[in-house]
RNA sequence: GGAGAGGUGGCAGAGUGGUAAUGCAGCAGCCUGCUAAGCUGUGACCGAUUUAUUGGUCCCCGAGUUCGAAUCUCGGUCUCUCCGCCA
């Protein structure tokens, strides 16, 4: 979330930001100032209060080890009515504080300068396009007929043992699906990021951290019986590493990686959309999470996209890069860089990839911070990229390298998969 | 799942009702005739402010008892040991 000292200091510059997203904040943020104003008011009368109870307290223990008894009684009856008011002090300042957090946590991240206004996906930037062709033939096959064909996933079967969204990978389809796990660590590995295999359930904290809490709380599946969720991206459990830390300057920056299944409720998704390997809920991905200094979180996510940018090229994906407008972007996100591969047989982009820099704003939710040159406490800037999302890239290669007997295995993928086509 | 023990600063470790000893490490300053020793300071969070200071909170978390809680009571959580179950 935002911090009350920027929403102080730059009140204007944050409303004007959050229009970009066609939020209109000025009457929220005043509110959350007024409470802020209203609860420090609270606090030094409340502290007041304390110290003179503390002062009191204080005398009559020395009173006590004196043997003074008499004094030290007499003196309680001045303490009377310390208890009643400092605890109506204490209630009206967790009053103001519990009203302004709800407050706060409405308000997304601010949108950073290069990011246009823009209403929704129609407006985001295409700022990439891959030289490779995109296929546009009424010949080519969709993936889930040719996944059919070569007994690669089994749709109907995942329905029968869990439910729609849920498919088996066999065969060839199961060691594709592995030996792009592997591709993608092993590349993510080369390029400095320390691979973790993380818990694939988190609880509430790690949910807030992060941002999926309280604001996108159906899209994830909840344990009732034990409070916890499993987990949407592995970004969750790899950026709560970092929850609670104070990491020193020569720490900065953390790259960290690692592949995880992910499970999404997908509430409301219907058609074409789902189709296949379009949308599930339960899929694989390898995620990579960069834990910077402020002053070069830009240049990471520059970074972090190059890296992207590798992954399809030695896929042999045609791909484009859209910077993502305003009304577009996760709501904790400053800045985003989503990646779409074509699919030669649907005729449109698939989203595979989604490379974000979000400032300070899960860093304050989850009080990580370095200490820098001058001793003083500093919130760090997090980043997360997918590289990448498995069933849309696998339904991008069963589509765009088909031939007529069945489908070529990119040369970079071979010795992962340990075999060179389909079919044929 | 059952029984027991425990959680104190970066680490070690005292503290059974009067407001957190001590040691080590790190950092900064001072001193010093040399790989040293010594001395001083040293956390986080929320505030006030004249930026020098200054109030409050923090002994795993939350409630309670009390003028006062690291210390007593209740609940939770995590760690360790033993038993049971188990890939």
């Known amino acids: 979330m935002l911090t009350l000292q920027c929403l102080r200091e730059e009140r204007d510059r944050v409303i004007s930001a959050l229009a970009k997203r066609h939020v209109e904040s000025a009457t929220t943020i005043d509110e959350i100032l007024k409470l802020d104003a209203q609860r420090r008011a609270t606090q030094n009368e409340l502290d007041q209060v304390l110290a003179e109870s503390n002062s009191l307290s204080r005398q009559i223990g020395v009173l006590m080890r004196e043997g003074k008894k008499d004094e030290a009684e007499s003196m309680k009856i001045q303490t009377s009515g ?44 295409e700022v990439f396009r891959s030289d490779e062709p995109q296929e546009a033939g009424g010949h080519a096959k969709p993936h889930w007929d040719i996944a059919k064909e070569f007994d690669l996933i089994d749709f109907d079967l995942g329905a029968k043992v869990t439910g729609a969204g849920f498919p088996f990978y066999k065969g060839r389809g199961a060691k594709l699906q592995r030996g792009l796990i592997r591709f993608f660590l092993e590349r993510a590995e080369e390029a400095g990021y320390t691979e973790y295999i993380p818990p694939h359930v988190v609880n509430a904290d790690s949910g807030y951290g992060t941002g999926q809490l309280p604001d996108k709380e159906g899209q994830m599946y909840h344990m009732q019986e034990d409070d916890l969720y499993m987990i949407p991206t592995a970004e969750v459990p790899l950026t709560n590493i970092f929850r609670d830390v104070v990491l020193t300057e020569s ?36 995620e990579i999470v960069q834990i910077t200094h402020p002053s070069e979180s830009y240049a990471k996510l520059d970074n972090m996209v190059e890296h992207v940018k590798g992954l399809l090229a030695g896929l042999e994906l045609p791909y484009r890069i859209l910077r993502l407008c305003g009304g577009d972007m996760g709501f904790t996100s400053a800045m985003t860089y989503d990646f779409e591969v074509w699919s030669a047989a649907q005729e449109r982009w698939l989203e595979v990839s989604s490379v974000s820099n979000f400032e300070t704003f899960q860093a304050n939710r989850l009080k990580c911070r370095f200490k820098d040159v001058d001793g003083k406490n500093k919130l760090v800037h997090t980043l997360n990229g997918s590289a990448l999302a498995l069933p849309r890239i696998l339904a991008a290669l069963l589509e765009n390298h088909q031939d007529h007997e069945g489908v070529v295995i990119p040369k970079a993928l071979v010795p992962y998969v340990g075999f060179n086509r389909i079919g044929g």
């Open 82 to 125: 310390f208890k009643d008011k400092s605890s109506a002090l204490k209630q009206a300042m967790e009053d103001a504080e519990n009203q302004l957090n709800e407050l706060l946590v409405q308000l997304p991240n601010t949108p950073c300068d290069l990011v246009e206004a823009g209403k929704s996906s129609e407006d985001n930037v």
């Open 251 to 286: 720490d900065l920056p953390q790259k960290l990686c690692g592949y995880t299944p992910c499970f999404r409720r997908e509430a409301g998704s219907y058609g074409k959309d789902v189709r296949g390997l379009n949308r599930l809920h339960q899929f694989d991905k390898v």
